[in-house]
C-alpha cells in the first residue's frame, strides 16, 4: 500500500510583522527619541535628520495608511497632530512645521512632521522634475513640474466629482 500523505492547509490570519509596532525595536532601528505619547499615538523625534525636531507621529495600534484611518484614532487624530506640531514649532522656532504623509515605504501609518526655515534642508516640491515658476495675472505664482504637465482640465473636473459623490454618500 502506498503512503497517502494528506496535506492539510492551515489558514491563519498573515502575520504582520510590522516594525512601527515594535515600539522600543523601531526607536532603535530609526535613530529615534519617543517624546510624547497617549492613549493612541505617540511622537519621536530623529536623532538622524538634516533639521532639528524632525518628527514621527503614529497610532500605536497597526493603522496601514491615512485612507484606513478609523476609530479612536480617526477622532483623535487632528488634536494630536496640532498638540505635536505646536510643540515641534515652540522647541525648534522653526517658521512652519512641514507635514508629509506618503504610505508607499512602511505601510503603518506615520506623519513626518518637520520644522521649517527658509533655506534650510526642506524642499517644498510635490512633484518630481524641473519645476517652473509662472506668474498669473491674478498676482498668484503657479508652479508646476515641466516634466509633468497638468493633466487635461475635463479629467480633472470628472476626477472633482467622483470624490465629491463619493463623500456625499457618506
Ligand atoms: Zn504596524
Known amino acids: 500500500m502506498g503512503e497517502v500523505i494528506r496535506q492539510i492547509t492551515v489558514t ?10 515594535r515600539h522600543a525595536d523601531s ?3 530609526l535613530e529615534r527619541i519617543e517624546v510624547w505619547q497617549d492613549a493612541h499615538w505617540r511622537l519621536t523625534v530623529s536623532l538622524s535628520a538634516e ?15 491615512i485612507h484606513a484611518l478609523d476609530g479612536e484614532e480617526a477622532s483623535t487624530f487632528g488634536l494630536a497632530l496640532a498638540k505635536c506640531s505646536k510643540a515641534l514649532k515652540d522647541a525648534t522656532q522653526a517658521e512652519v512645521i ?3 504623509i ?47 504637465p497638468a493633466l487635461p482640465r475635463d479629467m ?14 457618506g
Open 12 to 21: 491563519t490570519m498573515p502575520q504582520i510583522d510590522c516594525l512601527l509596532c
Open 27 to 29: 526607536d532603535a532601528e
Open 51 to 65: 533639521v532639528a525636531g524632525f518628527a514621527y507621529l503614529e497610532p500605536k495600534r497597526h493603522i496601514s495608511h
Open 98 to 100: 512641514y507635514s508629509y
Open 102 to 148: 506618503f504610505g508607499d515605504g512602511v505601510p503603518h501609518l506615520h506623519v513626518h512632521l518637520a520644522p521649517h526655515r527658509a533655506g534650510d534642508a526642506l524642499s517644498d516640491q510635490m512633484i518630481r522634475g524641473e519645476i517652473v515658476e509662472e506668474k498669473q495675472p491674478n498676482g498668484i505664482t503657479r508652479f508646476y513640474s515641466a516634466a509633468f
Open 156 to 169: 480633472l473636473v470628472r476626477t472633482a466629482d467622483d470624490v465629491r459623490k463619493i463623500l456625499r454618500r
